[in-house]
DNA sequence: TTCATTTCTTGTCCTAGTTCAATGCATGCG
DNA sequence: CGCATGCATTGAACTAGGACAAGAAATGAA
Protein backbone atom coordinates (compact mmCIF):
# COMPACT_ATOMS: atom_id res chain seq x y z
CA UNK A 1 0.00 0.00 0.00
CA UNK A 2 3.56 2.33 1.04
CA UNK A 3 5.25 1.36 -1.91
CA UNK A 4 4.13 3.22 -4.09
CA UNK A 5 4.24 6.57 -2.15
CA UNK A 6 7.83 5.45 -0.60
CA UNK A 7 9.14 5.12 -4.13
CA UNK A 8 7.82 8.57 -4.80
CA UNK A 9 9.28 10.66 -2.32
CA UNK A 10 12.80 8.37 -2.41
CA UNK A 11 13.46 9.12 -5.55
CA UNK A 12 16.42 12.28 -4.57
CA UNK A 13 16.86 10.91 -1.23
CA UNK A 14 17.37 7.44 0.01
CA UNK A 15 15.83 6.78 3.48
CA UNK A 16 15.85 4.07 5.78
CA UNK A 17 13.02 2.04 6.48
CA UNK A 18 12.56 3.51 9.96
CA UNK A 19 12.20 6.78 8.36
CA UNK A 20 9.85 5.24 5.79
CA UNK A 21 7.56 4.16 8.61
CA UNK A 22 7.17 7.04 10.32
CA UNK A 23 6.57 8.83 7.24
CA UNK A 24 3.73 6.35 6.36
CA UNK A 25 2.29 6.36 10.23
CA UNK A 26 1.48 10.22 9.62
CA UNK A 27 -0.20 9.71 6.40
CA UNK A 28 -4.06 9.54 6.15
CA UNK A 29 -5.54 7.48 3.10
CA UNK A 30 -8.83 8.44 1.77
CA UNK A 31 -10.76 7.57 -1.06
CA UNK A 32 -13.01 10.47 -2.78
CA UNK A 33 -15.65 10.06 -5.17
CA UNK A 34 -15.18 11.77 -8.55
CA UNK A 35 -16.64 15.59 -9.31
CA UNK A 36 -15.76 16.57 -5.63
CA UNK A 37 -13.94 19.71 -5.21
CA UNK A 38 -11.39 19.51 -1.98
CA UNK A 39 -10.20 23.09 -2.08
CA UNK A 40 -12.66 25.92 -3.07
CA UNK A 41 -11.79 29.39 -3.54
CA UNK A 42 -11.16 31.58 -0.36
CA UNK A 43 -10.31 28.08 1.90
CA UNK A 44 -6.99 27.46 3.53
CA UNK A 45 -5.65 24.40 1.98
CA UNK A 46 -4.83 22.48 4.30
CA UNK A 47 -3.20 18.98 3.09
CA UNK A 48 -0.92 18.14 0.38
CA UNK A 49 -2.40 14.95 -1.56
CA UNK A 50 -0.39 12.25 -2.95
CA UNK A 51 -2.50 10.52 -5.52
CA UNK A 52 -2.58 6.64 -5.30
CA UNK A 53 -5.44 6.40 -8.01
CA UNK A 54 -7.35 9.10 -10.14
CA UNK A 55 -7.02 12.04 -11.59
CA UNK A 56 -7.94 15.40 -10.35
CA UNK A 57 -7.45 19.17 -11.31
CA UNK A 58 -6.32 22.55 -10.36
CA UNK A 59 -7.75 25.87 -11.59
CA UNK A 60 -8.62 29.06 -10.84
CA UNK A 61 -11.39 31.30 -12.21
CA UNK A 62 -10.73 34.05 -14.30
CA UNK A 63 -12.27 37.63 -13.84
CA UNK A 64 -14.75 36.97 -16.98
CA UNK A 65 -15.67 33.68 -14.87
CA UNK A 66 -13.73 30.97 -16.90
CA UNK A 67 -11.65 28.55 -15.83
CA UNK A 68 -8.24 28.06 -16.56
CA UNK A 69 -6.86 24.57 -15.49
CA UNK A 70 -3.16 25.24 -13.58
CA UNK A 71 -2.05 21.53 -13.22
CA UNK A 72 -3.65 18.04 -13.59
CA UNK A 73 -2.35 15.08 -11.27
CA UNK A 74 -2.82 11.36 -11.90
CA UNK A 75 -1.41 8.11 -10.18
CA UNK A 76 1.80 8.44 -8.06
CA UNK A 77 1.66 13.05 -8.49
CA UNK A 78 1.30 15.42 -5.64
CA UNK A 79 -1.69 17.94 -5.68
CA UNK A 80 -2.04 21.04 -2.90
CA UNK A 81 -2.33 24.60 -3.48
CA UNK A 82 1.15 24.21 -1.49
CA UNK A 83 2.31 27.76 -2.94
CA UNK A 84 0.43 30.13 -0.96
CA UNK A 85 -2.03 28.59 1.77
CA UNK A 86 -0.54 26.32 4.06
CA UNK A 87 2.56 28.84 5.01
CA UNK A 88 1.11 32.44 4.75
CA UNK A 89 -1.97 32.11 6.70
CA UNK A 90 -3.69 33.85 3.17
CA UNK A 91 -6.82 31.92 1.59
CA UNK A 92 -6.02 29.88 -1.88
CA UNK A 93 -6.91 31.43 -5.10
CA UNK A 94 -7.54 28.02 -6.59
CA UNK A 95 -9.64 25.33 -6.71
CA UNK A 96 -9.04 21.06 -6.39
CA UNK A 97 -11.28 18.70 -7.79
CA UNK A 98 -11.41 15.22 -8.41
CA UNK A 99 -12.38 14.35 -12.01
CA UNK A 100 -12.40 10.71 -11.29
CA UNK A 101 -12.57 8.42 -8.19
CA UNK A 102 -9.64 8.76 -6.13
CA UNK A 103 -7.53 7.34 -3.49
CA UNK A 104 -5.11 9.83 -1.97
CA UNK A 105 -2.83 10.04 0.56
CA UNK A 106 -3.46 13.12 2.62
CA UNK A 107 -0.76 15.06 4.11
CA UNK A 108 -1.42 17.83 6.65
CA UNK A 109 0.59 20.31 7.64
CA UNK A 110 1.32 19.33 11.16
CA UNK A 111 1.94 15.88 10.11
CA UNK A 112 4.72 17.54 7.38
CA UNK A 113 6.24 19.61 10.92
CA UNK A 114 6.06 16.58 12.81
CA UNK A 115 7.54 14.79 9.98
CA UNK A 116 10.08 16.91 10.03
CA UNK A 117 11.13 17.14 13.40
CA UNK A 118 11.48 12.95 13.55
CA UNK A 119 13.15 12.25 10.78
CA UNK A 120 14.81 15.84 8.96
CA UNK A 121 15.36 14.52 5.66
CA UNK A 122 12.53 14.41 5.07
CA UNK A 123 12.90 18.43 4.59
CA UNK A 124 15.26 18.32 1.86
CA UNK A 125 12.95 15.52 -0.31
CA UNK A 126 10.59 17.99 0.23
CA UNK A 127 12.38 20.72 -1.37
CA UNK A 128 13.84 18.65 -4.10
CA UNK A 129 10.27 17.75 -4.86
CA UNK A 130 8.94 21.86 -4.97
CA UNK A 131 12.31 22.43 -7.15
CA UNK A 132 10.85 19.89 -9.53
CA UNK A 133 7.40 21.60 -9.65
CA UNK A 134 8.67 24.92 -9.78
CA UNK A 135 10.92 23.48 -13.17
CA UNK A 136 7.63 22.06 -14.61
CA UNK A 137 5.56 25.26 -14.12
CA UNK A 138 8.42 27.32 -15.38
CA UNK A 139 8.72 24.84 -18.66
CA UNK A 140 4.77 25.52 -19.15
CA UNK A 141 5.22 29.13 -19.11
CA UNK A 142 7.93 29.20 -21.51
CA UNK A 143 5.39 26.91 -24.08
CA UNK A 144 2.78 29.20 -23.12
CA UNK A 145 4.54 32.26 -24.09
CA UNK A 146 5.98 30.81 -27.06
CA UNK A 147 4.59 28.33 -28.46
CA UNK A 148 1.27 27.90 -31.44
CA UNK A 149 -1.66 26.04 -30.19
CA UNK A 150 -0.66 22.93 -32.20
CA UNK A 151 2.66 23.07 -30.67
CA UNK A 152 1.65 22.98 -27.04
CA UNK A 153 -1.14 20.23 -27.61
CA UNK A 154 1.35 17.59 -29.57
CA UNK A 155 3.68 18.49 -26.79
CA UNK A 156 0.81 17.79 -24.16
CA UNK A 157 0.05 14.72 -25.97
CA UNK A 158 3.75 13.66 -25.55
CA UNK A 159 3.80 14.61 -22.00
CA UNK A 160 0.59 13.26 -21.12
CA UNK A 161 -0.07 10.42 -23.05
CA UNK A 162 -2.92 8.69 -20.92
CA UNK A 163 -4.55 11.84 -20.13
CA UNK A 164 -6.15 12.64 -23.19
CA UNK A 165 -8.03 9.42 -23.39
CA UNK A 166 -9.15 9.93 -19.82
CA UNK A 167 -10.17 13.92 -19.00
CA UNK A 168 -12.73 15.63 -21.79
CA UNK A 169 -11.23 17.74 -24.28
CA UNK A 170 -12.50 21.00 -22.75
CA UNK A 171 -10.63 20.36 -19.99
CA UNK A 172 -7.24 19.94 -21.93
CA UNK A 173 -8.41 23.14 -23.81
CA UNK A 174 -8.15 24.84 -20.95
CA UNK A 175 -5.06 23.66 -19.39
CA UNK A 176 -3.59 24.69 -22.73
CA UNK A 177 -4.72 28.22 -22.57
CA UNK A 178 -7.08 28.14 -26.09
CA UNK A 179 -10.90 28.09 -26.60
CA UNK A 180 -12.32 24.54 -27.24
CA UNK A 181 -13.25 24.54 -30.37
CA UNK A 182 -10.06 25.82 -31.34
CA UNK A 183 -8.44 22.98 -30.27
CA UNK A 184 -11.34 21.08 -31.68
CA UNK A 185 -10.59 22.31 -35.22
CA UNK A 186 -6.87 21.39 -34.28
CA UNK A 187 -7.39 17.64 -34.12
CA UNK A 188 -9.22 17.68 -37.06
CA UNK A 189 -6.51 18.95 -38.81
CA UNK A 190 -4.07 17.06 -37.36
CA UNK A 191 -6.24 13.60 -38.12
CA UNK A 192 -5.68 14.56 -41.83
CA UNK A 193 -2.20 14.63 -41.75
CA UNK B 1 26.76 44.83 4.46
CA UNK B 2 24.97 42.03 5.31
CA UNK B 3 21.83 43.17 6.54
CA UNK B 4 19.98 43.09 3.29
CA UNK B 5 20.49 39.22 2.76
CA UNK B 6 19.98 38.77 6.91
CA UNK B 7 16.71 40.41 6.28
CA UNK B 8 15.91 38.87 3.50
CA UNK B 9 16.38 35.16 4.88
CA UNK B 10 15.05 35.49 7.92
CA UNK B 11 11.81 37.13 6.75
CA UNK B 12 9.82 33.31 7.52
CA UNK B 13 12.48 31.97 9.64
CA UNK B 14 13.77 33.66 12.65
CA UNK B 15 17.89 32.88 12.96
CA UNK B 16 20.27 33.62 15.98
CA UNK B 17 22.78 35.83 14.95
CA UNK B 18 25.50 33.00 15.22
CA UNK B 19 23.45 30.92 12.82
CA UNK B 20 23.59 34.21 10.31
CA UNK B 21 27.18 34.51 11.12
CA UNK B 22 27.69 31.13 9.75
CA UNK B 23 25.75 32.04 6.84
CA UNK B 24 27.25 35.09 6.10
CA UNK B 25 30.80 33.88 6.06
CA UNK B 26 29.75 31.17 3.03
CA UNK B 27 28.68 34.10 0.82
CA UNK B 28 31.44 35.75 -2.12
CA UNK B 29 30.57 39.21 -2.73
CA UNK B 30 30.98 39.97 -6.12
CA UNK B 31 30.40 42.63 -8.59
CA UNK B 32 29.66 42.59 -12.28
CA UNK B 33 29.54 45.04 -15.31
CA UNK B 34 26.57 45.53 -16.89
CA UNK B 35 25.61 43.13 -19.99
CA UNK B 36 27.56 40.23 -18.32
CA UNK B 37 25.97 37.03 -19.18
CA UNK B 38 26.81 35.08 -15.70
CA UNK B 39 25.10 31.58 -17.21
CA UNK B 40 24.82 30.52 -20.65
CA UNK B 41 22.37 27.84 -22.46
CA UNK B 42 24.50 24.50 -22.04
CA UNK B 43 25.91 25.15 -18.54
CA UNK B 44 25.20 24.30 -15.22
CA UNK B 45 24.33 26.66 -12.89
CA UNK B 46 26.73 26.10 -9.87
CA UNK B 47 24.74 29.67 -8.31
CA UNK B 48 22.17 31.29 -6.66
CA UNK B 49 22.65 35.16 -6.68
CA UNK B 50 21.38 37.37 -4.32
CA UNK B 51 21.56 40.59 -5.88
CA UNK B 52 22.40 43.52 -3.66
CA UNK B 53 22.19 46.21 -6.29
CA UNK B 54 21.69 46.43 -10.48
CA UNK B 55 19.15 44.38 -12.27
CA UNK B 56 19.35 41.08 -13.64
CA UNK B 57 17.34 39.03 -16.54
CA UNK B 58 16.87 35.05 -17.29
CA UNK B 59 15.73 34.31 -20.50
CA UNK B 60 15.18 31.56 -22.42
CA UNK B 61 15.64 31.65 -26.51
CA UNK B 62 12.82 29.60 -28.80
CA UNK B 63 12.93 27.72 -31.55
CA UNK B 64 12.39 30.62 -33.42
CA UNK B 65 15.79 32.28 -31.63
CA UNK B 66 13.02 34.85 -29.68
CA UNK B 67 14.23 35.62 -26.47
CA UNK B 68 11.39 35.12 -23.45
CA UNK B 69 12.46 36.75 -20.27
CA UNK B 70 11.25 34.02 -17.32
CA UNK B 71 12.37 36.54 -14.40
CA UNK B 72 13.53 39.94 -13.45
CA UNK B 73 15.88 40.37 -10.34
CA UNK B 74 16.45 43.46 -8.60
CA UNK B 75 17.68 44.51 -4.99
CA UNK B 76 16.90 41.91 -2.34
CA UNK B 77 16.10 39.40 -4.98
CA UNK B 78 17.62 35.81 -5.87
CA UNK B 79 18.66 34.46 -9.10
CA UNK B 80 19.77 30.91 -10.12
CA UNK B 81 18.42 28.17 -12.46
CA UNK B 82 18.46 26.45 -9.42
CA UNK B 83 15.16 24.53 -10.80
CA UNK B 84 17.25 22.19 -12.93
CA UNK B 85 20.74 22.19 -13.18
CA UNK B 86 21.77 22.13 -9.71
CA UNK B 87 19.98 18.96 -7.84
CA UNK B 88 19.91 17.09 -11.44
CA UNK B 89 22.99 17.61 -13.32
CA UNK B 90 21.41 18.46 -16.87
CA UNK B 91 22.49 21.50 -18.46
CA UNK B 92 20.43 24.95 -17.81
CA UNK B 93 18.27 26.25 -21.06
CA UNK B 94 17.87 29.52 -19.65
CA UNK B 95 20.74 32.48 -19.64
CA UNK B 96 21.05 35.36 -17.21
CA UNK B 97 22.52 38.37 -17.56
CA UNK B 98 23.34 41.19 -15.83
CA UNK B 99 21.23 44.50 -17.83
CA UNK B 100 23.02 46.89 -14.71
CA UNK B 101 26.26 47.43 -13.21
CA UNK B 102 25.22 44.71 -10.19
CA UNK B 103 26.83 43.73 -6.92
CA UNK B 104 25.69 40.10 -5.69
CA UNK B 105 26.16 37.94 -2.69
CA UNK B 106 26.94 34.39 -4.60
CA UNK B 107 25.58 31.03 -2.59
CA UNK B 108 27.22 27.92 -4.18
CA UNK B 109 25.59 23.98 -3.96
CA UNK B 110 28.82 23.27 -1.75
CA UNK B 111 28.49 26.28 0.60
CA UNK B 112 24.82 25.82 0.46
CA UNK B 113 25.27 21.58 1.72
CA UNK B 114 28.02 22.76 4.18
CA UNK B 115 25.23 25.87 5.78
CA UNK B 116 22.37 22.88 6.20
CA UNK B 117 24.89 20.59 8.16
CA UNK B 118 25.92 23.85 10.31
CA UNK B 119 22.86 25.12 10.69
CA UNK B 120 19.75 22.99 9.61
CA UNK B 121 17.39 25.39 9.92
CA UNK B 122 18.21 27.02 6.77
CA UNK B 123 16.75 24.03 5.16
CA UNK B 124 13.88 25.58 6.05
CA UNK B 125 14.02 28.77 4.98
CA UNK B 126 15.20 28.16 1.01
CA UNK B 127 12.18 25.56 1.08
CA UNK B 128 9.52 28.50 1.82
CA UNK B 129 11.89 30.57 -0.60
CA UNK B 130 11.31 27.71 -3.20
CA UNK B 131 7.50 28.30 -2.46
CA UNK B 132 7.25 31.82 -3.10
CA UNK B 133 9.07 31.60 -5.90
CA UNK B 134 6.65 28.57 -7.81
CA UNK B 135 3.60 30.59 -6.38
CA UNK B 136 4.93 33.67 -8.43
CA UNK B 137 5.44 31.75 -11.39
CA UNK B 138 2.12 30.12 -10.77
CA UNK B 139 0.43 33.39 -10.57
CA UNK B 140 2.18 34.60 -14.06
CA UNK B 141 1.23 31.79 -15.88
CA UNK B 142 -2.46 32.37 -14.58
CA UNK B 143 -1.68 35.62 -15.94
CA UNK B 144 -0.38 34.94 -19.50
CA UNK B 145 -3.21 32.75 -20.00
CA UNK B 146 -6.33 34.53 -18.90
CA UNK B 147 -5.56 38.33 -19.14
CA UNK B 148 -5.26 40.54 -22.34
CA UNK B 149 -1.54 42.35 -23.31
CA UNK B 150 -3.21 45.98 -21.89
CA UNK B 151 -3.91 43.99 -18.86
CA UNK B 152 -0.85 42.72 -18.07
CA UNK B 153 0.59 45.50 -18.92
CA UNK B 154 -0.92 47.69 -16.51
CA UNK B 155 -0.23 44.49 -13.70
CA UNK B 156 3.19 45.01 -14.79
CA UNK B 157 3.58 49.06 -13.82
CA UNK B 158 1.63 47.91 -10.31
CA UNK B 159 4.18 45.01 -9.59
CA UNK B 160 7.40 46.12 -10.47
CA UNK B 161 6.98 50.26 -10.38
CA UNK B 162 10.28 50.81 -10.92
CA UNK B 163 11.61 48.41 -13.63
CA UNK B 164 9.40 50.06 -16.18
CA UNK B 165 11.69 53.06 -15.62
CA UNK B 166 14.73 51.12 -15.68
CA UNK B 167 15.14 48.68 -18.56
CA UNK B 168 14.24 48.58 -22.44
CA UNK B 169 10.45 48.48 -23.31
CA UNK B 170 11.69 45.37 -25.38
CA UNK B 171 12.37 43.77 -22.26
CA UNK B 172 8.93 44.25 -21.08
CA UNK B 173 7.17 43.30 -24.05
CA UNK B 174 9.39 39.93 -23.97
CA UNK B 175 8.65 39.15 -20.25
CA UNK B 176 5.15 39.93 -21.37
CA UNK B 177 4.62 37.75 -24.26
CA UNK B 178 4.06 40.42 -26.50
CA UNK B 179 5.91 41.92 -29.10
CA UNK B 180 7.58 45.21 -28.61
CA UNK B 181 5.73 46.87 -31.15
CA UNK B 182 2.24 45.91 -29.62
CA UNK B 183 3.51 47.40 -26.52
CA UNK B 184 4.14 50.63 -27.92
CA UNK B 185 1.45 50.72 -29.45
CA UNK B 186 -0.41 50.22 -25.75
CA UNK B 187 1.58 52.77 -24.25
CA UNK B 188 0.58 55.15 -26.44
CA UNK B 189 -3.66 54.13 -26.20
CA UNK B 190 -3.01 54.82 -22.41
CA UNK B 191 -1.16 57.76 -22.71
CA UNK B 192 -4.33 58.99 -24.17
CA UNK B 193 -6.58 57.67 -21.92
C1' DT C 1 30.54 66.93 -31.05
C1' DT C 2 29.70 63.51 -34.25
C1' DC C 3 28.56 59.26 -35.96
C1' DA C 4 26.72 54.66 -35.08
C1' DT C 5 23.92 51.70 -32.84
C1' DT C 6 20.12 50.64 -30.32
C1' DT C 7 15.45 51.71 -28.95
C1' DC C 8 10.85 53.45 -29.71
C1' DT C 9 6.96 54.72 -32.59
C1' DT C 10 3.63 54.46 -36.28
C1' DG C 11 1.27 52.54 -40.21
C1' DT C 12 -0.31 48.68 -43.17
C1' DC C 13 -1.39 44.19 -43.93
C1' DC C 14 -1.96 39.58 -42.20
C1' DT C 15 -3.13 35.37 -39.24
C1' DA C 16 -3.89 32.60 -35.20
C1' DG C 17 -7.20 32.13 -32.32
C1' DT C 18 -12.04 33.74 -30.45
C1' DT C 19 -17.01 34.09 -30.22
C1' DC C 20 -21.35 32.74 -31.36
C1' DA C 21 -24.54 29.63 -33.11
C1' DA C 22 -26.28 25.36 -34.93
C1' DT C 23 -26.04 20.29 -35.15
C1' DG C 24 -25.07 15.73 -34.06
C1' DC C 25 -23.30 12.60 -30.45
C1' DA C 26 -22.71 10.40 -25.91
C1' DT C 27 -23.70 9.31 -21.50
C1' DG C 28 -25.80 9.14 -17.28
C1' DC C 29 -30.07 9.05 -14.70
C1' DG C 30 -35.01 8.32 -13.44
C1' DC D 1 -36.08 2.54 -22.09
C1' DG D 2 -36.34 7.42 -23.11
C1' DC D 3 -34.98 11.82 -22.12
C1' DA D 4 -31.86 15.58 -20.77
C1' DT D 5 -27.73 17.48 -20.16
C1' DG D 6 -23.28 17.97 -21.28
C1' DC D 7 -19.67 17.25 -25.04
C1' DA D 8 -17.47 17.58 -29.55
C1' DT D 9 -17.64 19.36 -34.20
C1' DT D 10 -18.13 22.68 -37.88
C1' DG D 11 -18.79 27.05 -40.04
C1' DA D 12 -18.92 32.18 -40.46
C1' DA D 13 -17.71 36.53 -38.88
C1' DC D 14 -14.63 38.97 -35.97
C1' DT D 15 -10.39 40.71 -33.24
C1' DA D 16 -6.19 40.80 -30.63
C1' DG D 17 -1.90 40.79 -31.58
C1' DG D 18 2.10 39.71 -34.97
C1' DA D 19 5.36 40.75 -38.95
C1' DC D 20 7.42 43.89 -41.65
C1' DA D 21 9.10 48.29 -42.90
C1' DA D 22 10.62 52.91 -42.31
C1' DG D 23 11.45 56.92 -39.74
C1' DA D 24 12.38 59.42 -35.20
C1' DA D 25 14.53 59.61 -30.92
C1' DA D 26 17.71 58.39 -27.64
C1' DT D 27 22.07 56.59 -26.06
C1' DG D 28 26.82 55.86 -26.11
C1' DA D 29 31.58 55.56 -27.63
C1' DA D 30 35.54 57.95 -29.55
Redesign the pocket.
Given at each position: MYSQINKNISRYVTFEPKELEIFNSLLEYKTVPKKTILLHEGEMCNFEAFVIKGCVRKYYIDANGFEVILQFAIENAWISDISFSIYEDKPSRVYIETLEDCEFFMFSPDSKEELFVKAPKFERAFRILMQRNLAVTQERLFYTISK???EKYLEFLEHYPTLSQRV???YIASYL?????????I??KIAKH
Open positions: TATAQHGISAEFLSKRT
